[in-house]
């Protein structure tokens, strides 16, 4: 069976915490709207519901909603975003690259992807 090894992408991601705060924030990242692409569960702050391209997806706290490289948005349990994503040091290409890079121009390793 072939195996397949998932692109090393940027991506955008808030982390919903269940505070009032965290709503505020979610909601800018989201684009601002109640409503559109999600629903929340706003007496509580217990969580909502965003509008995937896979259809209604339910996020809790702790979850991270992530924007995707074509722009969607969707939820990722913590544990998962743990063991796929790590922060981007601002100023480096990605873990592989050992330059850093003040300018717009990209290490090697950059300009090949």
């Given at each position: ?22 709503c ?57 975003f ?27 390793i950059?300009?090949?992807?």
């Amino acid at each position: 069976m072939p195996k397949f090894r998932k692109k090393p992408v940027e991506i955008e991601a808030v982390q919903f915490t269940g505070t009032g705060d965290s709503c505020t924030e979610v909601l800018a990242f989201l684009g601002g709207s109640h409503s559109g692409n999600q629903r929340w569960n706003s007496t509580t702050n217990t969580g909502g519901v965003i509008l995937t391209l896979e259809g209604e997806m339910a996020f809790r706290p702790g979850d991270w909603i992530i924007k995707g490289v074509a722009g969607e948005f969707y939820p990722c349990r913590d544990d998962i975003f743990a063991a796929t994503y790590e922060p981007v040091e601002e100023g480096r290409c990605g873990p592989e690259c050992s330059e850093m890079h003040t300018e717009t121009g990209r290490c090697e390793i950059a300009r090949n992807r």
